[in-house]
T-cell receptor, first 117, second 110 residues
Framework: DTEVTQTPKHLVMGMTNKKSLKCEQH?????MYWYKQKAKKPPELMFV???????INESVPSRFSPECPNSSLLNLHLHALQPEDSALYLC????????????????FGPGTRLTVT | RKEVEQDPGPFNVPEGATVAFNCTYSNSASQSFFWYRQDCRKEPKLLMSVYSSGNEDGRFTAQLNRASQYISLLIRDSKLSDSATYLC???????????FGKGTRLHILP
């Protein structure tokens, strides 16, 4: 099973709201990711968690706050977003870093389509 | 030079034809290579990992040329359902990050 689930599928929020995106995987993967994707662009990495610890933050504004409660769950807390933050937010998971013997593919969830009004 | 470069297309190809995409990468330490496909308003889905020896999955063949730092994807007997954006993905060894190309849009014409 290579399923990553995300909720909600769609979210509309005002600039003063606080909301959270949720992601779950049950593949025993040790790395989980948040990406942001705008139309006709590739996914843009935001955060990486490895063994439940934040390992990469791609200089994301503090209005996005990630959280990894356990090895299967990943949240993205949103506060005081701007209209330009409207995008598809994708969660992904992977078994591990690339090594010479085995490529570790990333598996993506269906995404949350976020609109900030 | 960009880390991963792809021809953005669009490639407009008649059904049944063969189409090939290339992708070049700049980091010679890159170790793992993948092709993903992404349908409109959907998530990227893994199409194939690309191995040094090349690999084939049905109508799809992927090749890696480390000396010239490029990977390729060949689609034979193209179907209407192959219409999508194809993303080339490269990852250095020991790194959690993967690098996406900008994607190549493919339209299969009836």
């Amino acid at each position: 099973d290579t399923e990553v689930t995300q909720t909600p599928k769609h979210l509309v929020m005002g600039m003063t709201n606080k909301k959270s995106l949720k992601c779950e995987q049950h593949m025993g993967h040790r790395a989980m990711y948040w990406y942001k994707q705008k139309a006709k662009k590739p996914p843009e990495l935001m955060f990486v968690y490895s063994y439940e610890k934040l390992s990469i933050n791609e200089s994301v504004p503090s209005r996005f706050s990630p959280e990894c409660p356990n090895s299967s769950l990943l949240n993205l807390h949103l506060h005081a977003l701007q209209p330009e933050d409207s995008a598809l937010y994708l969660c992904a998971s992977s078994q591990g870093p690339q090594d010479r013997s085995s490529p570790y593919e990333q598996y993506f969830g269906p995404g949350t389509r976020l609109t900030v009004t | 030079r960009k880390e991963v470069e792809q021809d953005p297309g669009p490639f407009n190809v008649p059904e049944g034809a063969t189409v090939a995409f290339n992708c070049t990468y700049s980091n010679s330490a890159s170790q793992s290579f993948f092709w993903y496909r992404q349908d409109c308003r959907k998530e990227p889905k893994l199409l194939m990992s690309v191995y040094s020896s090349g690999n084939e999955d049905g109508r799809f063949t992927a090749q890696l040329n480390r000396a010239s730092q490029y990977i390729s994807l060949l689609i034979r007997d193209s179907k209407l359902s192959d219409s999508a954006t194809y993303l080339c993905v490269v990852a250095p060894v020991g790194d959690d990050k993967i690098i996406f190309g900008k994607g190549t849009r493919l339209h299969i014409l009836p």
